[in-house]
């Protein structure tokens, strides 16, 4: 391989999300993607959000002309991944994400997230907990303190929030849940044979807690001093 | 939602330290955010309407920690008086209007509210009003449930109707804004005029003021999707009409009038008439039929008693109607107030809650071999390339403004545009790669040399498609070199042009530097999905500590050294590092070695920047020859001069 000087070097958020990808690869879990532009039936109907739902309030939307949108998690993939698959599943979406929202230095209108999903015969919400307490001390280090809390997701029941614990203060990480009945239902997988899980977490957030940034903005500015430090 | 503890206690003992009683409730129930001063800042979700209260928190705490809620007792003898004021109210369309209760109160006197009433509406977020106002405020915190007092006599007819707006009919509310309305909205109407929008706001007409002496106290139930269409039309939002949109409880009216008539009455001369209750659907609870030790089991994979099960769900006031024989099958019955419990899931996440997420056992899913996604690995693996060839990686927003666009003699209306942008930065999605990348050129001025690439979606003609970008501000021959090489692994044929900015893009976009290339491959994660057997893409995870960038410019200045063919030199990269806390970047440029005489030039960038002020030559000599200095005694170097 050629070596040029002075180095290049990857964005913080893809090492990040190569780190993450790597870990949930080796449990079996299958990298797929999907477009950026959704419609409203797979970014919320799909995901048991209906239009007049107070759920959808918790994702202010980008609506595009022409009736799509720019999609608001990478769980637009759930239903769609299952068009063509049958259980047992394990897969994780690594993805751009977009939120009409006032940015500042730590809410932006972009933004990476990793969904991950399961579907089999006999997954249980420890499941879940085990295999993100794993993954959050691989990130963190086996010492991080680690804690779920219930959460609500209107595509998730029961749905859990995930804490962890950095300089003495519990930081919000992620959302997950067990897949609610009406998803499998739009995967026309049977609720009574299947159960699954599913998170989404940001990588953008989990990058800034790992190396200690202040400004979630930076990471889309293309400043030179930001992206030369990693 | 604000909660202050101290309210709280009126319907639960309270034992535990804040900070203990907040931990007990983002474990169990809802996330608190904050505490302050013993008010806990409380994340009420869409789904837990019934916590939109005092009363609905203290239920929850009542069942965590298994303790008993205080019975609310009227505080005074509530007398109910015959008052000769009558109103004939009539519910147009059952549906919008489940349930209508009311009662007259008259001989008020308006005057300011009590003091210990005021500081609790302060603490939750209200600016006290008067009595009236400030009594159905404060139940509607406490209870939940909306509710709102007319001025008796400014209704005419004694008449009010509850039905759909016409369209376009008009109604000035109480903030002096008036409402062009639609068939979605619920209003009310009197004799002759529109006095309410329901549900949301009241009427500027009807409104208490202080000459009011006779008021119609009102505890609706509305449609909640009605309510929220409303809200949306009209982008207002009020305490009321977010209560009313994820839903109240059915069965609250009652309660809620006479602690306000009680409340009223307690600060102001006055008597009360009796309540009407106008129900025109009948309210059924909500039964669910599940298999509790099996369900929990199924899903939570843990065993629980049926015993167990049963007394969790009757502290959250969840009955067990029935049960089969051998206790397998349960119907229960769910409390009004909890909108959210539909399906035998939703119980067992009620189960899983008091029993506490965090203490479930280990059970780790089996280690197994992903199907490969070729197209992504072998972008991953070309960003590698790229990385190798001094490339940096840049991320930009897919959106572009319109000046954007025009200044890359690109027509807007060839774009995909956004309906609802939050500025006109986000107006746009980009047809292209070329403009946000020149937009990153402009904006590093401090750096001699760029080179970055990005990958991303673009959205050309109305599609979406992977798309990766190159620029450089160097010689383009380097172009030539990745090219070559990129056929040579991925053994495709890669036809892509080597474009030179002309001056007037660099111009448009304020690049000073003249020279800058770009190369751009469409489709790039299609043209590589079916290419198989690249090496694996490498991982790079080191806890690097980021030092944020200052809004000052920084100065960069270069430093060569010979040294020790040996030496290492991410060694002296990381000892200059050391030297001056205001150094945060040092880049490695240049490497080469003088065979015969053991020795190599190495050549560094190295990045200052203070957060208060920009630097002048005298402040980045000293630092330069501390560099120096240090770097020659310590790698016995010596400094070379270009």
């Known amino acids: 391989m050629p070596n040029f000087l002075p180095k290049g070097r990857l964005h913080p958020i893809n090492i990040f999300l190569r780190k993450s990808i790597i870990f949930f690869q080796k449990y079996g879990f299958e990298i797929v993607e999907g477009p950026e532009i959704d419609t409203e039936y797979y970014n919320f109907d799909a995901l048991n959000i209906p239009r007049y739902h107070p759920a959808r309030d918790m994702q202010d939307t980008f609506w595009l002309k022409d009736g799509r949108l720019l999609r608001t998690h990478t769980s637009t993939m759930q239903v769609r991944s299952m068009q063509n698959r049958k259980p047992p599943v394990r897969i994780i979406v690594p993805g751009k994400c977009f939120r009409h929202e006032a940015t500042d230095a730590s809410h932006e209108t972009n933004f990476y997230q990793l969904e991950g999903f399961a579907i089999d015969s006999n997954l249980k919400i420890s499941h879940l907990t085990s295999i993100l307490n794993k993954f959050m001390k691989e990130l963190f280090g086996p010492e991080v303190s680690t804690r779920f809390r219930p959460g609500y997701f209107a595509f998730v029941e029961p749905g859990i929030e995930m804490d962890i614990k950095l300089e003495n203060e519990w930081q919000e990480i992620l959302g997950a849940g067990m897949i609610h009945p009406n998803v499998l239902k739009n995967m026309k997988i049977s609720p009574k044979k299947y159960t699954g899980f599913a998170f989404g977490m940001g990588m953008d957030r989990l990058m800034m807690l790992y190396y200690g940034i202040n400004d979630i903005r930076l990471s889309y500015s293309g400043d030179l001093r930001f992206l030369k430090q990693f | 939602m604000k909660v202050p503890i101290e309210w709280l206690k009126d319907f639960i003992e309270i034992n535990q330290s804040p900070q203990e009683l907040a931990d007990g409730i983002s474990l169990h129930s809802l996330q608190v955010e904050k505490i302050n001063d013993g008010i806990l800042e409380i994340e009420i979700t869409p789904n837990r309407a019934d916590c939109l209260s005092i009363l609905g928190i203290a239920r929850e705490i009542a069942a965590f920690t298994n303790s008993k809620l205080k019975t609310q007792k009227l505080k005074l003898q509530l007398k109910t008086q015959r008052i000769n004021k009558p109103i004939e109210v009539k519910i147009e369309e059952p549906k919008i209007c489940p349930r209508y209760s009311y009662r007259i109160i008259d001989g008020i006197k308006i005057k300011p509210s009590p003091r210990w009433m005021q500081e609790r509406l302060i603490a939750y977020g209200f600016r006290p009003i008067n009595n009236v106002v400030d009594t159905t405020n404060y139940i509607m915190i406490e209870f939940g449930q909306p509710l709102h007092a007319f001025d008796y006599d400014k209704i005419s007819g004694a008449k009010m109707t509850i039905r759909r707006a016409r369209t376009n009919e008009k109604l000035e509310t109480l903030d002096g804004i008036i409402r062009v309305l639609n068939s979605q909205a619920i209003i009310i109407q009197d004799k002759d005029k529109l006095i309410d929008l329901a549900g949301i706001m009241g009427g500027q007409n009807s409104q208490v003021t202080e000459n009011t002496s006779t008021i119609i106290l009102q505890a609706a139930v509305f449609d909640p999707i009605l309510i929220r269409k409303t809200c949306k039309k009209l982008s207002l939002q009020t305490d009321a009409s977010y209560r ?195 937009k990153n050129i402009a904006k590093n001025p401090f750096s001699s040399e760029i080179n970055i690439f990005e990958s991303g979606s673009i959205f050309p003609a109305g599609k979406e498609v992977t798309s990766l970008i190159l620029a450089t501000t160097q010689k383009e021959e380097i172009f030539k070199q990745i090219i070559e090489k990129l056929q040579q692994i991925f053994k495709v044929n890669i036809d892509v042009k080597i474009e030179k900015i002309n001056n007037q893009l660099l111009n448009n976009f304020k690049i000073r530097k003249r020279n800058v290339y770009t190369i751009m491959i469409e489709d790039i994660d299609r043209r590589l ?92 000599t000293q630092i330069k020859d501390k560099i120096i200095r240090n770097i020659i005694s310590k790698f016995k170097a010596k400094l070379r001069n270009y």
């Open chain 2, 529 to 620: 999905s079916n290419v198989k057997n690249i090496s694996q893409y490498k991982l790079n995870f080191s806890p690097t500590k980021y030092i944020p960038i200052s809004k000052f410019p920084p100065a960069v200045f270069d430093l060569a050294f010979i040294t020790d063919k040996n030496q290492n030199s991410m060694e002296i990269e990381d000892e200059i590092k050391k030297y001056d806390s205001n150094i945060f970047i040092v880049e490695l440029f240049d490497e080469y070695y003088f065979v015969k005489k053991n020795t190599k030039n190495i050549a560094f960038h190295i990045w200052i920047q203070k957060a208060d002020n920009s630097f002048n030559e005298k402040e980045i």
């Open chain 2, 244 to 438: 009313y949109e994820r839903n109240i409880d059915f069965n609250g009216t009652i309660d809620c009038l006479n602690a306000t008539a009680d409340l009223i009455l307690e600060t102001s001369a006055g008597q009360t008439g009796k309540i009407f209750d106008l129900q025109n659907i009948k309210w059924r609870p909500v039964r669910i039929i599940w298999q509790p030790e099996n369900d929990v089991k199924r899903i939570l994979g843990i065993k629980i008693s049926h015993e167990k099960i049963l007394n969790f769900l009757k502290k959250l006031e969840i009955k067990c109607i029935s049960c089969s024989v051998d206790k397998k099958t349960c119907l229960m019955e769910i409390p009004s107030f909890r909108h959210d419990l539909k399906i035998r899931e939703d119980l067992v996440e009620e189960i899983a809650r008091m029993h506490n997420y965090n203490n479930f056992p280990i059970s780790l899913l089996s280690q197994e071999t992903p199907p490969i996604n070729f197209s992504w690995d072998n972008l991953e693996f070309l960003m590698d390339l790229l990385v190798n060839y001094g490339f940096m990686q840049v991320i930009n927003y897919p959106y572009l403004s319109k000046n954007d666009l025009l200044n890359a003699n690109i027509n807007p209306t060839k774009c995909l545009e956004i309906a609802n942008p939050i500025s006109s930065e986000t107006r746009y999605l980009r047809p292209n790669l070329q403009v946000s990348i020149l």
